[in-house]
């Protein structure tokens, strides 16, 4: 795996997963960056530690962001993740006002963006951020199929 | 109105709408209930208070009722809300396994159940509520109606 051209939120990102797959969690880890390009929220996968349905990477990230802006919106930040979101981070990111999403694996079973009910299309969906997909795809997609692998032996 | 046939935890939901909306934020209440019907979890909305994006009351509501399980899985419980789940609410919906979903007023704008997504029709959905809706609708549409009336002014 070679992580060399990574930008290094996406880079961040796929540590913070690493770190959740140590400990047991599904791998999948989120950073927001604000529009100067400082980090100012972080999340890895914490729904089976924190026994809370709500502890994805995207959430605890947003949440993160949103308490040291001081403010529920995110206009003008980006959030960085290492699997496609699913319905409910979707949901935050679009609520969050998050500018643009870069997602690395993509999710067909339970992402909401490129699959399922494609949130961001939906009529009904009051912010759209730009999507970019596929950057630190294979990094993110190993670290998956390591994880799962290993939990079925 | 009146109030007296619902049942009890659909007329807490309407009063924690209330108390969000003297607070200043969109009055939406929700309460979990478990299969005793012991409630375990409240949430009014406190996205703006808590500068939340995921403030939302029916993710409060699940996580202090996670929190009160110790499980991040809350299956046999019900979420009786106010309004209309929007795609994030309904995906950690989903996600908790919640057995039962009780919305008062539908929200065409926002609902992503009945409307826009109709997330649990989509088939990527890995975990369906049954849903009842409509008791306490005309309360709940006269606090958002007064609510958003009161803000115009």
Redesign the interface.
């Given at each position: 795996m070679t992580r060399f051209p990574l930008p290094d939120p996406m880079r961040r990102a796929l540590d913070l997963a690493a770190a959740a797959a140590e400990a047991g969690e599904v791998p999948v880890g989120a950073v927001v960056v604000d529009a100067a390009g400082k980090t100012i929220g972080e999340g890895e996968n914490r729904?089976?530690r924190?026994?809370?349905?709500?502890?994805h990477a995207e959430?605890i990230a947003?949440?993160a962001a949103?308490?040291e802006?001081?403010?529920?919106?995110?206009d003008g930040c980006s959030l960085w993740v290492s699997l496609e979101p699913?319905?409910?981070?979707?949901?935050?990111i679009?609520?969050?006002r998050i500018s643009k999403l870069y997602f690395a694996a993509e999710d067909?079973?339970?992402?909401?963006v490129l699959?399922?009910?494609?949130?961001y299309t939906?009529?009904?969906?009051?912010h759209r951020p730009d999507i970019m997909s596929g950057m630190g795809e294979e990094d993110a997609a190993a670290q998956l199929r390591d994880f799962f692998a290993a939990r079925r032996t």
């Open positions: 729904m089976r924190n026994r809370d349905p709500s502890g959430i947003l949440r949103a308490a802006l001081g403010s529920e919106r995110l699913c319905a409910m981070c979707a949901g935050a679009s609520l969050a067909p079973k339970g992402g909401a699959h399922g009910p494609r949130l939906q009529p009904t969906c009051h």
